[in-house]
């Protein structure tokens, strides 16, 4: 079964290049392309693509009005956003995101055609394959025949969502607890819900590592600090750590933890190496937080491709930690926490409506 993928633009020379960026891509079908937003609305209604790649910024709709107006009209496409490496083109993606858009690409700036095509090829192809992964559970799950597989791997159903099982006295309450939350794929509509639901007395600090390019991160902060009852603000380098405020590592950088000279905790953003292709990268993160802070963290690994997390909660169990997964059923990808709960580094499962109530129960009983 193919993936039939429209094409959005508003200029010819990106058209062209997704397109041929799209085309060759096994189980990958591009079925028609679209020079603004309203054109687009009229070929997705004519077409019904499972797929549509967007331009954020386009003429007579731009993509947020697209991705609002397909709302409204019962439109259940996918859509992975291509956006300008600007502070509005960053702006704007975040609120796609927040809409539903499954994921975004940074639009490549300069390079010859061959480039631009081999980077567009790169990093569509992991998110199609993501993308049709979750259609495919997505079928099982509505009760559905699954579509057959175009991945290697079948999928499997979700097993049922396991609420705090096991207790957060393992713990060694070396100090005040702290709380650290890595995403990647479907992280900015997933904090968009997590974080309103944590209570102004959470009584911890909130580390945030959801992987983004400079520019991006801090409209993320933003849009999440007036959602939630709790302060939230893009991290800056050196500057300690305070109870109910929730700090998201800036985009393109890796962000640290590390004891100040009165044991308050310090945030260090450093130009340190991506790990994991990442940058900021969850496992640097977790890692600074077992060796200066051991036995005070509550760890959540949200939804997202890859394995990144893993190593970095194997460290936090050792020194003591209580940590969640997000489920199956309400990840976008289930990559990260599939990885961690195979490692058998994860003490509970949960949808994400319920990880919330899971922190603020763990952190309560870290403290008790």
């Known amino acids: 079964m193919s993936t039939r993928v429209l094409v959005v633009d508003d200029t010819v020379v990106f058209r062209r290049i997704v397109s041929d960026a799209l085309t060759g891509v096994a189980g ?33 709709m731009n993509g947020i009005e697209v991705l609002e107006a397909m709302s409204r009209a019962g439109m259940n496409a996918g859509v992975i956003m291509l956006s300008s490496l600007t502070v509005r083109g960053g702006e704007m993606t975040v609120r796609a995101l927040e809409l539903g858009a499954f994921d975004f690409i940074t639009k490549p700036e300069g390079g010859n055609t061959e480039a631009n095509l081999g980077y567009l090829r790169g990093r569509l192809l992991p998110m199609i394959q993501a993308f049709e992964r979750r259609r495919e559970i997505r079928t099982i799950l509505s009760g559905g025949a699954a579509p057959p597989a175009t991945e290697a791997v079948r999928p499997s159903v979700a097993a049922p969502p396991a609420i705090l099982s096991r207790p957060a006295r393992r713990l060694r309450r070396t100090g005040p607890p702290l709380v650290l939350i890595g995403v990647s794929t479907g992280g900015p509509g997933a904090l968009a819900k997590l974080v309103p639901a944590l209570p102004v007395d959470l009584d911890a600090p909130v580390f945030i590592v959801q992987h983004m390019p400079p520019m991006f991160t801090g409209p993320l902060a933003q849009s999440l600090d007036k959602k939630s009852a709790l302060r939230v603000k893009e991290a800056q380098d050196g500057e300690a750590a305070e109870k109910n405020c929730v700090y998201v590592a800036p985009g393109g950088r890796q962000m640290k933890l590390a004891a100040g000279p009165k044991g308050e905790i310090r945030l260090c953003i450093t130009d340190d190496p991506p790990e994991n292709g990442c940058r900021p990268a969850v496992d640097y993160l977790f890692r600074s937080a077992a060796l200066h802070f051991p036995g005070r963290s509550v760890a959540a690994i949200l939804t997202g491709m890859g394995n990144d997390g893993t190593d970095g909660l194997r460290m936090l169990k050792r020194s003591g930690c209580f940590s969640i997964a997000q489920d199956e059923s309400s990840c976008v990808v289930f990559g990260m926490p599939k990885e961690a709960i195979q490692a058998g580094v994860v003490d509970t499962v949960a949808p994400l409506d319920m990880i919330g109530a899971a922190i603020v129960k763990s952190v309560r009983e870290v403290r008790a």
């Open 28 to 60: 990958v079908e591009v079925v028609g392309t679209a020079s603004n937003g309203r054109l687009a609305m009229s070929r997705m209604a004519a077409l019904e693509p499972d797929l549509v790649t967007l331009d954020i910024e386009m003429p007579e």
